[in-house]
């Protein structure tokens, strides 16, 4: 097939290579010139494991193409929406990025094609679109037929290229056959029984459902473990006997500093508002996101709670990984921001610390931009024993595997104090112990 892609972010840029690695010939646009430039001289402007040689290799058989204009439509048989939707101030999704790709489309197409949105986008955003695309032909005064198909993106950033090629489902909201046969063939390298169409308005809301549900387990988890906290017991293992039972299951269940990231929070607000506007209180999903605005900080407690058991100054402090989560370089809602920002501002009145050293593998560059290269408290690092030396307090806030692999004894010996604040419970509090360091970690 002849498929344009509207946004060459993650999702774009994931699913436009691994269409093409499918067979389709696939042009990304995207208006940010900067972007299509790196990516026509072979730069892949973000960190996806996996992507760069499936683009180099795409781009080489002439099965991959990126372009800043949107003229690839007119020969398109599908065009993907797949722009940003980021929160606005009331909490709701920011559609213009989606309705001036409509637009773009009313005013391109040239034969019958599908607009397929694979961004995430509140209920009904579909049946406004369709409106919006008429509106475009009938300024055309063209009658051209086409299709609005709903097909939300469920790629977890880090392992975006092997979700899509084994995805658990593909939803799609479908309103005609003409849209169901597309689909069909589109994903037709998947067994049937991984393909669910349903109507538009339930793709839409399985998107915010899916989310939510995951943000709630997530925080539920962190509640518990505040809990665990305070009684004795251990997060770590509740969470594994919980998630024994085969009706709840172990995903989303592992205790830990809040999540972040460009989806979780801001679909969880955007579910919300929905709620609002169909006078519908969404109150499991407010907990959830109440529950998480806490959680966001307690790095900063916990860091409190173990200076007060040694009898040094805390001057130097080490934050390790500050992605969103591992294998990406996804800042975006990062709880290494409030952390940094907390710190920053120290209301507790820590300080004064020398020094905050910063430590991630990939996502350095990404902090620099939000966190600002010029404050002198603040240290970047590209190498993980270089952000340690002399530091009293390590916090570990992503759990990269280069940090989980570190070795403790090497730790010990260039640190000149001795905490270490688990953000993620990546370490087993009895080894850590008996290497004589205070050890704080979430909920055990
Ligand atoms: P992103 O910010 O990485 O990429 C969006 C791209 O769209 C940018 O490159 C931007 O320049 C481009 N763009 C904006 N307006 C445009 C226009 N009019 N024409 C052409 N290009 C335009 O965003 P993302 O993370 O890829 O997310 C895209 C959508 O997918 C969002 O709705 C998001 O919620 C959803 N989603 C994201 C993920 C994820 O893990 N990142 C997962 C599932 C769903």
């Given at each position: 097939?002849?498929?344009?892609?509207?946004?060459?972010?993650?999702?774009?840029?994931?699913?436009?290579?691994?269409?093409?690695?499918?067979?389709?010939?696939?042009?990304c646009i995207d208006i940010n010139d900067?972007?299509?430039?790196?990516?026509?001289?072979?730069?892949?402007?973000?960190?996806?494991?996996?992507?760069?040689?499936?683009?180099?290799?795409?781009?080489?058989?002439?099965?991959?193409?990126?372009?800043?204009?949107?003229?690839?439509?007119?020969?398109?048989?599908?065009?993907?929406?797949?722009?940003?939707?980021?929160?606005?101030?009331?909490?709701?999704?920011?559609?213009?990025?989606?309705?001036?790709?409509?637009?773009?489309?009313?005013?391109?197409?040239?034969?019958?094609?599908?607009?397929?949105?694979?961004?995430?986008?509140?209920?009904?955003?579909?049946?406004?679109?369709?409106?919006?695309?008429?509106?475009?032909?009938?300024?055309?005064?063209?009658?051209?037929?086409?299709?609005?198909?709903?097909?939300?993106?469920?790629?977890?950033?880090?392992?975006?290229?092997?979700?899509?090629?084994?995805?658990?489902?593909?939803?799609?909201?479908?309103?005609?056959?003409?849209?169901?046969?597309?689909?069909?063939?589109?994903?037709?390298?998947?067994?049937?029984?991984?393909?669910?169409?349903?109507?538009?308005?339930?793709?839409?809301?399985?998107?915010?459902?899916?989310?939510?549900?995951?943000?709630?387990?997530?925080?539920?988890?962190?509640?518990?473990?505040?809990?665990?906290?305070?009684?004795?017991?251990?997060?770590?293992?509740?969470?594994?006997?919980?998630?024994?039972?085969?009706?709840?299951?172990?995903?989303?269940?592992?205790?830990?500093?809040?999540?972040?990231?460009?989806?979780?929070?801001?679909?969880?607000?955007?579910?919300?508002?929905?709620?609002?506007?169909?006078?519908?209180?969404?109150?499991?999903?407010?907990?959830?996101?109440?529950?998480?605005?806490?959680?966001?900080?307690?790095?900063?407690?916990?860091?409190?709670?173990?200076?007060s058991k040694v009898d040094y100054p805390?001057?130097?402090?080490?934050?390790?990984?500050?992605?969103?989560?591992?294998?990406?370089?996804?800042?975006?809602?990062?709880?290494?921001?409030?952390?940094?920002?907390?710190?920053?501002?120290?209301?507790?009145?820590?300080?004064?610390?020398?020094?905050?050293?910063?430590?991630?593998?990939?996502?350095?560059?990404?902090?620099?931009?939000?966190?600002?290269?010029?404050?002198?408290?603040?240290?970047?690092?590209?190498?993980?024993?270089?952000?340690?030396?002399?530091?009293?307090?390590?916090?570990?806030?992503?759990?990269?595997?280069?940090?989980?692999?570190?070795?403790?004894?090497?730790?010990?010996?260039?640190?000149?104090?001795?905490?270490?604040?688990?953000?993620?419970?990546?370490?087993?509090?009895?080894?850590?112990?008996?290497?004589?360091?205070?050890?704080?970690?979430?909920?055990?």
């Amino acid at each position: 097939m002849n498929i344009s892609i509207i946004g060459t972010g993650y999702v774009g840029l994931v699913t436009g290579a691994c269409f093409a690695e499918m067979g389709n010939v696939v042009h990304c646009i995207d208006i940010n010139d900067e972007k299509i430039k790196q990516l026509n001289n072979g730069i892949i402007p973000i960190y996806e494991p996996g992507l760069e040689e499936l683009v180099s290799k795409n781009v080489q058989q002439e099965k991959l193409f990126f372009d800043n204009i949107y003229s690839s439509i007119e020969f398109a048989d599908v065009v993907f929406c797949a722009v940003g939707t980021p929160p606005q101030e009331d909490g709701s999704a920011n559609l213009q990025y989606v309705k001036s790709v409509a637009v773009e489309f009313g005013k391109n197409i040239k034969k019958h094609s599908a607009f397929i949105i694979k961004s995430t986008v509140p209920i009904g955003t579909a049946n406004m679109i369709k409106e919006i695309i008429k509106g475009e032909l009938i300024k055309r005064e063209e009658d051209i037929q086409f299709e609005i198909i709903s097909n939300p993106e469920f790629l977890k950033e880090g392992e975006a290229i092997n979700n899509f090629m084994n995805p658990d489902v593909i939803i799609a909201g479908c309103e005609t056959e003409y849209s169901k046969i597309l689909i069909q063939s589109l994903y037709k390298k998947f067994d049937d029984s991984k393909i669910f169409i349903t109507d538009i308005l339930s793709s839409e809301t399985i998107k915010y459902a899916e989310n939510s549900m995951l943000a709630i387990r997530i925080s539920y988890i962190n509640d518990l473990a505040n809990l665990c906290d305070k009684t004795g017991a251990n997060i770590d293992e509740v969470s594994r006997g919980v998630g024994l039972d085969s009706r709840i299951g172990s995903k989303f269940l592992r205790a830990g500093c809040g999540y972040g990231g460009s989806c979780f929070p801001k679909d969880v607000k955007a579910l919300i508002k929905t709620g609002e506007q169909h006078g519908v209180e969404m109150r499991v999903v407010k907990a959830a996101e109440e529950t998480n605005n806490f959680q966001k900080h307690i790095l900063y407690q916990k860091l409190y709670n173990a200076a007060s058991k040694v009898d040094y100054p805390i001057k130097n402090i080490t934050i390790l990984g500050t992605s969103f989560k591992p294998n990406t370089d996804d800042m975006r809602e990062a709880i290494s921001i409030v952390l940094i920002n907390d710190l920053l501002n120290d209301e507790k009145k820590l300080g004064p610390f020398n020094k905050i050293k910063i430590y991630d593998p990939i996502a350095l560059n990404e902090t620099k931009k939000i966190i600002g290269e010029s404050n002198e408290k603040i240290e970047y690092c590209e190498e993980l024993d270089k952000s340690i030396i002399d530091s009293d307090v390590i916090i570990i806030v992503t759990e990269w595997d280069v940090i989980k692999n570190m070795s403790l004894d090497v730790v010990k010996r260039l640190m000149n104090g001795n905490i270490i604040i688990d953000g993620r419970n990546i370490f087993n509090r009895k080894t850590i112990e008996s290497l004589d360091f205070i050890y704080e970690a979430i909920g055990k």
